[in-house]
């Protein structure tokens, strides 16, 4: 798929710098021997990305905080096994750390440094997931009126909720590796999930649950269960308007499931659904909101002398996917 030239693109960092850590073999070092993979996975991906699609802008989202505390508050279960010591490291309260394997930790600062002398934009918004500062962005270029479209580019299904064809927001999902992703719009929203929109698929992820995100659903309700509910009714406040009214569309068990869940259901769609609002700022630059026009991609590296450093000597030895990237930035 090509996009007309002039998009908005946002990538969830960090799903896309796993994703190359896991892809791209852990042979692939700097001439001193320290890992680059994630990096040069993810260098590879902007450069195919930039290629193939040809944004006018790009941001990559950053977590500044992969575990905020709004939702912890909301479900303490919310990411609880991915952190250092699992679950019961983080029931015990206090800071916690995320699992990271230990050679892809290290290589993270190398990316934002590398982005930095690119001259790609990064931002993120402290207290919040980068799925929150992607939400937040594209409602700020959805409010603008500017009928840009905008491309999300993750791994991860829960942005899926962003799809909105009259806004023309879609999804590029990594499903199957950056040479072959997935448009996500409504038609496949419709075709893979039985939902309409990106709202409908936000409400299904609440009912369903998610136990890669520590979330636990109502109970015997699955994903096509989920999705006939809300296809009849239309959303959740109107799923859970009818549960109290006894509706008879409801069998007597769906009404008692949904009426149990009914302390997790207050809750989950303030956790599920990914702000609108958060504080974004460009990262490195504490305090300075995100202008959408820092986010234009340059022709030309805003920090060559920088990025000769990092990548022509022994340093980092990423002199073959830094020169995709400038070939792709240059062409545009």
Not at 32 to 57: F, K, Q, S, W, Y
Not at 67 to 96: L, T
Not at 224 to 242: E, H, I, Q, V
Request: hydrophobic share 45%; charged share 25%; with cysteine.
């Amino acid at each position: 798929m090509s996009t007309r030239p002039g998009s908005l693109m946002l990538l969830d960092s960090a799903s896309l710098y796993f994703r190359a850590y896991f892809g791209v073999p852990d042979s692939v070092k700097a001439p001193d021997g320290t890992p680059v993979n994630a990096v040069r996975g993810l260098l590879d991906m902007i450069a195919r990305l930039v290629t193939d699609h040809r944004p006018e802008r790009l941001v990559a989202c950053w977590d500044e905080d992969w575990r905020p505390a709004f939702r912890v508050a909301a479900i303490p279960s919310y990411k609880a096994h991915r952190v250092v010591g699992g679950a019961e490291a983080a029931a015990a309260g206090g800071p916690v750390a995320e699992e990271v394997p230990d050679t892809l930790a290290p290589q993270v600062p190398v990316i934002a440094e590398v982005l930095a002398a690119l001259g790609i934009a990064r931002a993120g918004a402290a207290g919040y997931e980068a799925d929150d500062v992607i939400g937040t962005l594209t409602a700020r270029e959805v409010a603008s009126g500017s009928r840009t479209p905008v491309l999300v580019v993750t791994g991860d299904r829960d942005l899926f909720q962003l799809v909105d064809d009259a806004a023309g927001v879609r999804v590029l999902y990594t499903v199957r590796g950056i040479k072959d992703l997935e448009v996500v719009d409504a038609a496949r929203l419709r075709e893979r999930y039985a939902v309409g929109s990106g709202g409908a698929y936000a409400d299904m992820a609440v009912l369903r649950g998610d136990p890669s995100d520590g979330l636990p659903g109502v109970p015997g309700i699955g994903e096509k269960t989920a999705a006939a509910l809300l296809a009849r009714y239309g959303d959740l406040p109107a799923l859970l308007a009818a549960r109290d009214a006894g509706d008879p569309g409801l069998t007597a068990t769906q009404r008692r499931r949904l009426a149990e869940a009914e302390a997790y259901l207050a809750v989950a769609p303030g956790v599920v659904r990914v702000a609108a609002d958060a504080p974004v700022e460009l990262a490195g630059a504490a305090g300075v909101p995100a202008d959408p026009d820092a986010f234009r991609l340059p022709r030309e590296p805003v920090d060559g002398e920088a990025l000769v450093d990092l990548t022509l000597t022994a340093r980092w030895g990423l002199e073959s996917s830094v020169r995709r990237v400038l070939t792709a930035l240059a062409q545009r």
